[in-house]
């Protein structure tokens, strides 16, 4: 504990200095004021006793020990007033460092490549570090109280040597085994925790599906509250499990540490008893000496629960660190280079590339050209590649082997952000996200008070009937769940995915499975658009609907992620390979 709670007190103390400065540095004053006054009124009730069992009449002594109380009374005024400051610094800074430790761990999140959610353990450390954040609101406080315990502890550390250097080695043996109960403790629970991670990550997910409104018809209809109750109670039970088989280990650390504490403090009175009854020390040191150890012992014992605690804290907050530098590490580190507004050529050069734990490669040895202008469609079965192949054009994953090239600039040595202001994805999973149906069209693009590109978007998409009839129109909340907020179908929040592709007016459009939840008029206007708006820019269609690949210059067939054909629709459709296979099944009805 010892070792490791310097470099906690300070990285503490910078993250504080860097949000809230004024709070920082009150903060801690309040702390050397606290523990400065707690000296002063200890001091000054040793100096108080000494008068009041002195010799000489009542009132000869308490007038004398006058001025002592005074400055009790006053030093005791500005304890209370420097710990409600304190308590204000602390609330002005822990909020903003819990804040500024919650959206470095999402800004982080989103930052990594995309092939870091692939790797094993990626949750379960992202897990861990969403304790870490939760725990960074702790921190201060426990550090507030830590410091103050210890300038208290130093102070009448100091008073009670000075009545006799006995006393404090036999203070500090009281507290030590507490100290070591705290830290095994905190140990243990660690522990517990981090075998739990992984059983608390997936009951966070499963509780999320189940509860879901939008997947609540599916959970009735299929009679699933059984079958899901039951897994959501075996996974608590086995967290349940792990933690109760640590509850006797923490009851003999806990129990072994009071019963040596209890003896050393035996040992501290018997002592003090032992030195007034031989005349070692004056009966008004002695009285002065009773309430010395008691203040010290507290200051002790707070020293101790708090740095505990510190320590405690201080074992998430590491994971949250160790996945923010994980994080880091697995940031894009591409390059600096940038696409220009205008793209004309894309080129694949035997790509490569194999999922993170696979033995075959999702895309083996792929290459290609696309031009401006042309809509190339790519299909195959399941698993083929089509997704993945997808990802790579657009720089979302990077190859292992062989080149991605945008206009001769390979996708390996540039800004991604540069390359991802050039595409327009629709991915085959697309959120539905709880926001404005404005800020759903306009997603990540810069704010405009003009609404009428947003509308040009809804009637390409053939959305305008419907969010006309919406509550606000485009200010309306899509969040059924929300106050005010209202719901869209299936199809109608792809069309309005497909609309914020269209608002984007990027080079690069990618559209995965774009209109598998979409009625055939809907189907019809999305296609209808692209081929309208083809010619100046790339365009790629994934998708199992053979029939709309008809609109296609080019066609690629993937197989075990490899192209094994590719020409036009009628080409391909009668040279009797897996393409031609593949419509002859979606017709065969």
């Keep these: 504990m010892c070792r490791r709670l310097p470099a906690v007190l300070g990285h503490t103390a910078r993250r504080a200095w860097a949000v809230d400065r004024t709070g920082a ?350 809509i190339l469609a790519i299909v195959g079965e399941n698993g083929s590649g089509k997704s993945t192949l997808a990802k790579l054009i657009t720089g979302i994953l990077l190859a292992d082997k062989g080149r991605v090239l945008w206009d001769g600039t390979d996708l390996a040595g540039a800004d991604p952000d540069s390359v991802w202001r050039r595409t327009a994805l629709v991915p085959q999973n697309f959120a539905c996200w709880p926001l404005r149906v404005r800020e759903n069209i306009t997603l990540g693009q810069p704010r405009t008070f003009d609404d009428e590109p947003v509308w040009q978007a809804i009637d390409a998409v053939g959305m305008r009937e419907a969010i006309e009839k919406l509550p606000h129109q485009l200010d309306t909340l899509l969040a059924r769940e929300l106050w005010g907020g209202a719901e869209l179908s299936g199809g109608q929040w792809q069309r309005l995915v497909c609309g914020r592709m269209l608002y984007r007016r990027s080079p690069l459009l990618v559209l995965d499975e774009p209109t598998s939840q979409m009625d055939a008029r809907g189907e019809h206007a999305i296609f209808l658009e692209v081929k309208r708006i083809a010619a100046e820019r790339m365009t790629i269609v994934v998708t199992h609907q053979l029939e709309n690949v008809r609109l296609a210059d080019r066609i690629l067939v993937m197989d075990k992620g490899r192209v094994i054909e590719q020409g036009t629709y009628e080409d391909l459709a009668h040279a009797g390979g897996l393409f031609a296979e593949l419509v002859a099944l979606s017709q065969d009805r």
């Excluded at 801690?28 to 000494?50: H, I, N, P």
């Excluded at 010799?55 to 002594?61: P, W």
């Design 25 to 374: 540095v009150l903060l801690v004053g309040c702390q050397l004021l606290t523990g400065v006054s707690a000296a002063v009124v200890l001091a000054f009730t040793a100096r108080a006793m000494t008068h009041v069992l002195g010799t000489g009449s009542v009132s000869e002594r308490l007038h004398a020990a006058l001025p002592a109380l005074i400055a009790v009374t006053a030093a005791a005024a500005v304890g209370r007033v420097s710990g409600a400051l304190s308590s204000y610094a602390d609330g002005r800074v822990t909020p903003l460092l819990t804040t500024e430790a919650d959206i470095a761990l999402v800004e982080a999140v989103c930052r990594v490549e995309s092939s870091a959610y692939a790797q094993d353990g990626f949750a379960d450390r992202q897990e861990a570090a969403e304790v870490g954040v939760t725990r960074t609101r702790l921190m201060v406080q426990d550090a507030q109280r830590f410091l103050s315990a210890l300038i208290r502890m130093l102070a009448a550390s100091g008073v009670i040597t000075a009545l006799h250097p006995l006393m404090l080695p036999l203070l500090l043996l009281a507290v030590v085994p507490a100290g070591v109960g705290a830290v095994l403790s905190a140990r243990v629970d660690y522990e517990t925790h981090y075998l739990n991670v992984g059983d608390r990550n997936v009951r966070s997910m499963m509780r999320w599906w189940a509860t879901y409104s939008r997947h609540g018809d599916e959970v009735r209809a299929n009679g699933m509250t059984g079958y899901l109750v039951y897994w959501y109670r075996a996974l608590s039970r086995r967290i349940d499990e792990r933690t109760l088989a640590a509850a006797p280990r923490l009851l003999r650390i806990v129990l072994a540490s009071s019963a040596l504490g209890g003896v050393f403090l035996l040992g501290t009175w018997a002592t003090l008893a032992w030195l007034a009854a031989t005349g070692r020390v004056a009966l008004p040191v002695a009285a002065t000496a009773v309430v010395a150890v008691q203040t010290t012992l507290a200051a002790l014992s707070q020293f101790v629960i708090h740095g505990a605690a510190m320590f405690h804290t201080s074992l998430y907050l590491a994971d949250m660190r160790s996945f923010l530098d994980m994080a880091a590490e697995r940031a894009p580190k591409r390059g600096d280079l940038t696409i220009d507004e205008q793209v004309d050529e894309i080129r694949l050069d035997e790509v490569v590339y194999q999922y993170p734990g696979k033995s075959e490669p999702a895309v083996g040895g792929v290459s290609l050209t696309l031009r401006r202008g042309e």
